[in-house]
């Protein structure tokens, strides 16, 4: 029987943003959802509350913010499509490692969830979320192809 209880231990981005100081603001952002950046050594982020659709979506939006920060992977908005695909992906490897770390992924997958949608549901995570993570792993060498 599957255990659908949250473990305790589970990751908090926005506890560690506060732990990290990284400074997280919550307002409207007319032209993205959310966004970081970098202003000497301090971290801050910006989350548009109104275009959270869960709490797997505000987690996985805070964590891939916080990686951007940790990774210090940042661009502008005339990056060059190249430059933008590498800094997103280490944000989203970093969040990756975080929220879902791989035997986290392995435990799940003894527990019997394997569908994507329950993976994602266990992992408290969204889909879209899930997969990516999936695919950094197996680049990484740390889940089959």
Same mark, same amino acid.
């Given at each position: 029987?599957?255990?659908? *209880?949250?473990? $305790?231990?589970?990751?908090?981005?926005? $506890?560690?943003? $506060?732990?990290?100081?990284?400074? =997280?603001? &919550?307002?409207?952002?007319?032209?993205?959802? *959310?966004? *970081?950046?970098? /202003? %000497? !050594?301090?971290?801050? =982020?910006?989350?548009?509350?109104? *275009? =959270?659709?869960? @709490?797997?979506?505000?987690?996985? +939006?805070?964590?891939? !913010?916080? %990686? /951007?920060?940790?990774?210090?992977?940042?661009?502008?908005?005339?990056?060059?499509?190249?430059?933008?695909?590498? /800094?997103? &992906?280490?944000?989203? +490897? #970093?969040?990756? /490692?975080?929220? @879902?770390?791989?035997? +986290?992924?392995?435990?799940?997958?003894? !527990?019997? &969830? =394997?569908?994507? #949608?329950?993976?994602?549901?266990?992992?408290?995570?969204? $889909?879209?979320?899930?997969?990516?993570? @999936?695919?950094?792993?197996?680049?990484?060498?740390?889940?089959?192809?």
């Amino acid at each position: 029987m599957r255990n659908s *209880s949250r473990n $305790e231990s589970e990751a908090n981005p926005i $506890e560690y943003a $506060e732990q990290a100081g990284i400074a =997280i603001y &919550y307002g409207r952002l007319p032209l993205c959802e *959310s966004m *970081s950046l970098c /202003h %000497g !050594e301090k971290c801050y =982020i910006a989350i548009d509350p109104f *275009s =959270i659709q869960s @709490m797997a979506d505000g987690m996985v +939006k805070a964590a891939h !913010e916080i %990686g /951007h920060c940790e990774t210090r992977s940042f661009y502008s908005r005339n990056s060059l499509c190249d430059v933008r695909g590498r /800094h997103e &992906y280490k944000a989203d +490897k #970093w969040a990756a /490692h975080y929220l @879902m770390p791989p035997d +986290k992924l392995r435990q799940a997958t003894a !527990e019997g &969830y =394997i569908e994507p #949608w329950e993976l994602a549901e266990r992992l408290n995570v969204t $889909e879209d979320f899930l997969r990516r993570a @999936m695919y950094i792993y197996r680049c990484e060498g740390l889940l089959p192809e």
